[in-house]
């Protein structure tokens, strides 16, 4: 009876140091999740490109950046009273350049380096330009009247063109022909984005091809307007920030895919692909 008890005292003071034990709270370390250290991208280093092919130049003072409808450009504003807005094809050699990075090297080196230069104009897989080209007065690819498919036949296309006087203008292909003029400098093109201060009527507001673009307008006061996207645009957008930002109740549209500008010597956005024809702009020295 004695020795009964005693085990039942043990067992009872077992079970209560137990419920004891398991009411006292315990601390749980949360696992810890090792995640791989971000590196930063590439724009964000000192000296890297700004944005995949952009670099970073110094900006000339006729040229500005600018936001609209949510992307990044670059509008650039000649004035001829001292600007010479000039077309460029081939090198003293009679080769053709081939490539903005090419003329703006090119210019430099025969002592005409340019403020800014872009590609003006569509060409063939044979880098002929596929509508009309005047360089120094002197027509070497006629009017391209033709119907086709692209962009170039996404008519009414039109023609940038620079007179002896230095003026410019843009106007639609039909339009240009019937005023029978002789220009300095003419590059065709299209389509057409903005006539006569409506918007090209076969653009949709906001299409689905995107691309980074570039093009050419001209303002009432005679001003040469050369606009490039840094982020890809639908021709619509780029139709409106000639009309709305650029204040050009015509412009022209030179390419998209394949644009790319120079300040100087020094590439700003590079497409990395091929160009026809370039327009270049200097400042005019005095006489």
């Not at 952009?54 to 600007?83: N, Q, W």
């Not at 002197?138 to 940038?160: A, H, M, R």
Request: charged letters at 20%; one cysteine or more.
């Amino acid at each position: 009876m004695y020795r009964a008890g005693y085990f039942v005292l043990i067992l009872l003071v077992a079970a209560g140091a137990w419920v004891a034990w398991m009411m006292i709270p315990v601390r749980m370390e949360p696992a810890r999740l090792e995640l791989p250290e971000r590196s930063q991208p590439e724009s964000a280093t000192a000296g890297g490109p700004a944005r995949g092919n952009e670099t970073v130049a110094d900006k000339p003072d006729i040229c500005e950046e600018t936001v609209f409808e949510g992307a990044r450009a670059i509008l650039c504003v000649a004035d001829p009273s001292v600007h010479a807005v000039r077309l460029a094809y081939r090198g003293p050699d009679g080769v053709v350049l081939g490539s903005v990075e090419k003329a703006v090297t090119v210019l430099a080196a025969g002592g005409q380096a340019p403020i800014l230069a872009m590609n003006a104009g569509m060409y063939h897989a044979d880098m002929t330009p596929v509508g009309l080209y005047v360089e120094n007065g002197s027509e070497t690819v006629p009017l391209n009247q033709d119907d086709g498919f692209g962009n170039f036949f996404l008519k009414p296309n039109g023609v940038f063109f620079v007179r002896e006087d230095g003026s410019g203008g843009v106007m639609e292909t039909e339009a240009y022909r019937a005023a029978g003029l002789a220009p300095e400098f003419a590059t065709q093109s299209g389509p057409m984005l903005v006539i006569d201060g409506a918007i090209h009527p076969r653009f949709l507001p906001d299409g689905t091809s995107k691309y980074i673009r570039n093009g050419v307008g001209v303002r009432a006061d005679g001003s040469i307007v050369l606009a490039i996207t840094r982020d890809p645009v639908s021709l619509g957008s780029f139709g409106r920030l000639f009309r709305e930002v650029a204040e050009c109740p015509n412009a022209l549209f030179f390419d998209g895919g394949v644009s790319s500008l120079a300040w100087g010597t020094q590439m700003v956005i590079d497409a990395g692909e091929p160009a026809g024809p370039v327009v270049a702009v200097f400042g005019k020295t005095e006489d």
